[in-house]
């Protein structure tokens, strides 16, 4: 059983990489998360240089951070977690949630 604290899937920039949630109908619409991709680049570069990746500056990954810090993603829209390969290394089907951790919140 994992603790609140003790995610299943790591907040690591292998999966920042791989994460799908850039590219979800769930945030297209979504002006917070449009500015933080405007950003990413940038946190990316930092985190190169050894600087540790915070949950609110990356929109996606919530599999592991839990909730979106962003307020105006629209969840009628299609989750795409299916789609991953965090998703599926992680097993995160047979999880609760399942998917829309930006909504429901870190696999468990
Ligand atoms: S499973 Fe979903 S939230 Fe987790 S990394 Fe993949 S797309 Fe992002
Ligand atoms: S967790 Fe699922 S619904 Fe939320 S942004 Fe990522 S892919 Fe979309």
Do not use: H
Request: proline share 8%.
């Amino acid at each position: 059983m994992n603790k609140r604290s003790d995610p299943k899937v790591p907040f690591s920039v292998e999966n920042i990489k791989r994460c799908r949630c850039p590219g979800c109908p769930v945030q297209n619409g979504s002006q917070c998360v449009s500015e933080k991709l405007g950003k990413l680049d940038d946190v990316m570069k930092a985190v190169s240089r050894g600087k540790a990746p915070t949950a609110g500056d990356v929109p996606g990954v919530y599999c592991s951070t839990g909730v979106a810090t962003c307020k105006d993603l629209n969840p009628t829209q299609p989750c795409i977690c299916g789609t991953c390969s965090v998703w599926q290394q992680y097993n995160l089907a047979s999880g609760k949630p399942a998917g829309y951790f930006c909504r429901s919140g870190m696999a468990v």
